[in-house]
């Protein structure tokens, strides 16, 4: 008996391993799942410039990492006695405009040369609806609470958004020719809009994604929404506030998501992984027993183990703290 109607996941350009590099861009989805693959040891990069909703904005974003152009200083501005980016969220705001430009410009460069030898770009769009700042005329990521009335604020259409990618997929085919890119459309909805505005929003998302992947074979499209609104479709698997997604939402498209795009070992090295993350994150009755110490030394062995058979992991961080511990003792 089917008691939900199941999505339909298209196959993957290929299986991911440990060893391929992938990076996310875009709205708060992206870095939920980003923040999986992280914590699963694959190397990834999450959201350089901070989280992004819009498409334009990510565009941006990228069409920075893949020039050799640094930041204008037009897009750097001064509000509450602090320097901001238009282009960034606020973790790269600065007391002076010199250090603002300093802290983009280097993770510019370091996202700029890790994707470079990217294998996959995950780009999950979150609203069509833009700010444009009137003064600079710049439409951008985070508007660092400036009032409202500095902004124009209106949605893109389907050309405006297929016609900048449309450019941005050939540049970044030029940059790296074995980039594959994989849009999603988050499915967390925009309530400000109202709940038909909010469909709005997101059927130009996904009109406009529809169309670059039939356009372009480097391109796919992953049905992170659809999973939600058909798959899930219940309150009880959003946050407090109705609109986000909880723990156990993220961590069913991860399990749907590594079915389909991790290979089997790869799925494998995840579940050891995560055994060991755990483990580390456990907290003992009796810190200095003799029970624990030994499971401090087998948690230990298994993370070197797990490195030598795989020299792309990296538990630098979990050996650190697991020595400490066994310091104490």
């Known amino acids: 008996m089917e008691l939900l109607t199941k999505v339909t996941i298209p196959e993957p350009f290929q299986r991911l391993e440990h060893h391929?590099?992938?990076?996310?861009?875009?709205?708060?989805?992206?870095?939920s799942v980003g923040e999986r693959f992280v914590k699963s040891k694959f190397p990834a990069v999450v959201?350089?410039?901070?989280?992004?909703?819009?498409?334009?904005?990510?565009?941006?974003?990228?069409?920075?990492?893949?020039?050799?152009?640094?930041?204008?200083?037009?897009?750097?501005?001064?509000h509450d006695g602090m320097w901001h980016s238009f282009y960034h969220h606020s973790i790269f705001s600065a007391e002076t405009k010199e250090a603002c430009l300093q802290k983009t410009e280097e993770?510019?460069?370091?996202?700029?040369?890790?994707?470079k030898s990217a294998e996959c770009l995950f780009i999950t769009f979150g609203t069509s609806w833009v700010f444009e700042h009137q003064q600079t005329g710049l439409v951008v990521s985070n508007c660092h609470k400036i009032p409202a009335s500095q902004f124009n604020?209106?949605?893109?259409?389907?050309?405006?958004?297929?016609?900048?990618?449309?450019?941005?997929?050939?540049?970044l085919n030029v940059f790296n020719p074995a980039l594959k890119v994989v849009f999603?459309?988050?499915?967390?909805?925009?309530?400000?809009?109202?709940?038909?505005?909010?469909?709005?929003?997101?059927?130009?998302?996904?009109?406009?994604?529809?169309?670059?992947?039939?356009?372009?074979?480097?391109?796919?499209?992953?049905?992170?929404?659809?999973?939600?609104?058909?798959?899930?479709?219940?309150?009880?698997?959003?946050?407090?506030?109705?609109?986000?997604?909880?723990?156990?939402?993220?961590?069913?498209?991860w399990q749907r998501f590594s079915d389909?795009?991790?290979s089997r070992d790869a799925r494998q090295v995840v579940k050891k992984v995560e055994e060991i993350v755990k483990a580390v994150e456990h907290k003992p009755f009796n810190p200095n027993s003799e029970t624990y110490i030994t499971f401090l030394e087998n948690v230990l062995q298994k993370a070197h183990d797990l490195e030598n058979h795989f020299p792309h992991l990296d538990f630098y961080a979990e050996k650190r703290i697991l020595n400490e511990r066994l310091s104490q003792v």
């Not at 391929?20 to 870095?31: I, L, Q, R």
């Not at 604020?153 to 540049?171: F, G, P, T």
């Open 107 to 115: 993770e510019r460069l370091r996202a700029s040369e890790f994707l």
């Open 260 to 262: 389909k795009w991790l």
């Open 153 to 171: 604020r209106y949605r893109l259409n389907q050309e405006e958004i297929v016609a900048q990618y449309k450019d941005l997929l050939v540049k």
């Open 184 to 253: 999603t459309v988050s499915p967390v909805r925009h309530w400000k809009d109202g709940a038909h505005g909010s469909q709005l929003s997101k059927a130009v998302l996904l009109l406009a994604v529809e169309q670059l992947c039939e356009w372009f074979d480097s391109a796919s499209y992953f049905p992170s929404y659809e999973l939600v609104m058909d798959e899930l479709r219940d309150y009880r698997f959003y946050a407090s506030d109705m609109l986000h997604m909880n723990d156990q939402t993220v961590e069913y498209i």
């Open 47 to 78: 959201n350089p410039f901070g989280v992004i909703y819009n498409p334009y904005s990510v565009a941006s974003a990228l069409g920075f990492m893949i020039s050799d152009d640094p930041l204008p200083e037009s897009a750097i501005i001064e």
């Open 20 to 31: 391929h590099p992938v990076m996310f861009m875009g709205s708060c989805f992206a870095t």
